[in-house]
């Protein structure tokens, strides 16, 4: 599988988005069909499919990713919010490059479908 996705034009510039945080580690972006009224999307600059290809070396990455989840929740003034990391295709996972979603501003119900 390619590890060119649409993620990678947008952390390329080739593709824009509207970016609400970024870092020498990752870009955080709002997602372009929202499923909550707070729907952003952290992504880490250095291309990883999924969890699925997480290496050792990549674990203080991942906390960063979920810091800046908890950073980007102050900013959005949540306090009751949902991280999702989906992981395959019949996870729902549609972009094959590493990603957090971070919904809030609406009531969620568990578990997800
Ligand atoms: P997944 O289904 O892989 O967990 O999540 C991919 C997310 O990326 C979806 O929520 C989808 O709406 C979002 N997405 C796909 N293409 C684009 C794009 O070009 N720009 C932005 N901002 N979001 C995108």
Partial sequence: ??????????????IPCEEVFSDEYCLAFKDIQPQAPVHILIIPRKKIQSLN???????????????????????ENLEDWRTVINTG??????????????????????PPG
Avoid at 56 to 70: I, P, R, T
Avoid at 92 to 104: A, E, P, R
């Fill in 1 to 14: 599988m390619s590890d060119e996705t649409i993620f990678s034009k947008i952390i390329d510039g080739e």
């Fill in 53 to 75: 290809e997480i290496k050792e070396e990549d674990k203080f990455l991942l906390g960063h990713l979920v810091y800046v989840a908890s950073i980007i929740a102050k900013e």
């Fill in 89 to 110: 295709s019949k996870a729902g996972q549609t972009v094959f490059h590493l990603h957090i979603h971070v919904l809030g501003g609406r009531s969620m119900k568990w």
